[in-house]
C-alpha cells in the first residue's frame, strides 16, 4: 500500500542517493533494503547506514553500518518507526548509543499555507554552483556550526545538478539564510532551512521556505516533506505539514 509516509520517505531516500552522487566525497552502497549513504560532512545523519522498509532487515543494516563506520566521518544508524530492542543492539554493537527521534513531516500541495507576499520573498534567490562557497557559509553560520563541518557538501556540480535547486537570502548584499530543493516525481524535499542568528524573527525561514514549496509545485509537485528538529516544527506545521511518521536514529555520545 502506498501510504503518504511510503512515498515520503521513498523521496526522501532517492534525494539523499542523488546527493551522494553529485556532491564531491559521496560514496553510496545498497544491500536488500538497506543502504549506506556517505557524504563526509562533519554531521552524523549525513552519513549513514538506513533501512527503507519498516521492517529492518538486520542482517543487511548490520554489513552497511560497518561499511559507514569505515569511511571515518562521524556517522548514524537510521530506522523508520520505533526501534526495537534488536536494532538498538546492532547500534549499541557499532558504538552508537545515542538515541533521538526524527519526525518526518509531509504536506499535499493543497494544504500548504503561504503567507509571505512577493515583497517579503524577494531576497531569496536561486543559486548555482559557482557560488557554493558563499551558500555554505550561509548555511555554516545559519546552523552556527564549527567551520568546515560541511566540507565539500554543496561543492562541485551540486548546486547545479537538476534536480536540485539551492536557494540564498541576502540582506544588504550579505547572506542570511540558505534553502535547498530536491525534486522527485511529484514531490519536492525541503532541506538545509537556516537563517543566520542576526536576521532570525523576521519570518526569514518562511519566505525561504515558501519559496522553496511554490519553486517545486510549479514544477509539478503535489506534495512535499522534510524533517525538522523541534524548534522547527511549530512554524512547518503552521505551514501546513503534519507529521506521518517517526523514525530513529541512533549516534555516538
Known sequence: MDTTADRMAAAYFDAIEFLCEVTPRGWYA??????????????????????????????????????????????????????????????????????????LLACAAGDMVFRTGAAERKPVRQVGAAESDLYTDALTQGFEAPEGVFGSLMGGGVLDADPITGYLAEESGRPTGTGLGIRSPGVVGVFNIAVVPA????????????????????????????????????????????????????EAR
Not at 544508524?77 to 526524527?102: F, K, N, P, Q, T
Not at 510549479?218 to 507529521?243: I, K
Request: no cysteine; charged share 25%; hydrophobic share 45%.
Open 30 to 103: 545498497e544491500r536488500g533494503t538497506a543502504r549506506a549513504a556517505v557524504t563526509h560532512a562533519g554531521v552524523a545523519t549525513l552519513n549513514a547506514a538506513y533501512d527503507t522498509a519498516p521492517e529492518p532487515d538486520r542482517e543487511s543494516l548490520d554489513e552497511m553500518a560497518a561499511e559507514v563506520g569505515r569511511q571515518g566521518a562521524p556517522w548514524s544508524i537510521m530506522v523508520r518507526g520505533e526501534a526495537g530492542d534488536e536494532i538498538a543492539g546492532l547500534a549499541a554493537g557499532h558504538g552508537l548509543v545515542e538515541r533521538s527521534d526524527l519526525w
Open 199 to 250: 536576521a532570525r524573527s523576521r519570518g526569514l525561514g518562511r519566505a525561504i521556505t515558501e519559496t522553496v514549496l511554490l519553486d517545486g509545485v510549479a514544477a509539478g509537485a503535489d506534495a512535499a516533506y522534510l524533517h525538522t528538529s523541534a524548534m522547527g516544527r511549530p512554524l512547518y506545521e503552521s505551514m501546513g505539514f503534519r507529521p506521518v511518521e517517526k523514525w530513529t536514529v541512533f
